[in-house]
């Protein structure tokens, strides 16, 4: 009996496994964001915001770090594009730009760039790393989020993190736990294969 593994070559993402080509390419663009469009009309309403809880950034986030920088950019910036043309596939069904949660949107197109360049470094095969890098590219999505909220809508800055980031910080360490499970959890059964 013979056992058999992958070879990772460094800078490698999970996407990198499959055989390279340009269809392989566009299908994850276009499936990162179906999948990021799909993840999003997950939305429970959170009283006193504007923002639901919702899986599209936990969708964005798993994105990036799967696809690596390019190709999660890409994804991202397809669901935010094909969004702002009408396409109601942001958060509850919701399409266009200018909505109170739309710097969110953009917040993803940051993180997803930044979280696939760090697992291009290796930042999702350990449980710690890809926590770090989770909670970075959380970070990120408030960082745009956050300030987008404030000025779309009126609000104080302490107003907007009030309604648009203390009551999403419970979620969020779920989603990094279920990313601290699931990504290393890939690497490991894929270098077993």
Do not use: E, H
């Amino acid at each position: 009996m013979s056992t058999a593994s992958v070879s990772f070559r460094p800078g490698a993402v999970l996407a990198d496994l499959l055989p390279a080509s340009r269809v392989r390419d566009i299908a994850l663009v276009a499936g990162g964001a179906a999948l990021t469009g799909l993840a999003a009309q997950i939305a429970v309403p959170v009283p006193g915001s504007p923002v639901p809880v919702t899986g599209q950034t936990f969708a964005a986030l798993l994105v990036g770090t799967a696809f690596g920088a390019r190709r999660g950019f890409l994804a991202l910036a397809l669901y935010a594009l094909v969004g702002m043309a009408g396409v109601p596939w942001f958060a509850g069904g919701s399409s266009g730009a200018g909505g109170a949660s739309f710097g969110y949107v953009l917040g993803m197109l940051l993180a997803a760039t930044v979280v696939g360049a760090l697992a291009r470094r290796g930042a999702d095969r350990s449980v710690l790393r890809t926590a770090g890098t989770m909670v970075l590219g959380s970070a990120l999505i408030y960082a745009v989020g956050v300030p987008y909220l404030a000025l779309s809508t009126g609000m104080s800055f302490g107003a907007a993190v009030a309604a648009g980031l203390t009551p999403f910080l419970i979620g969020d360490a779920l989603k990094a736990a279920l990313a601290m499970g699931l990504l290393p959890a890939a690497w490991k059964l894929l270098g077993r294969a």
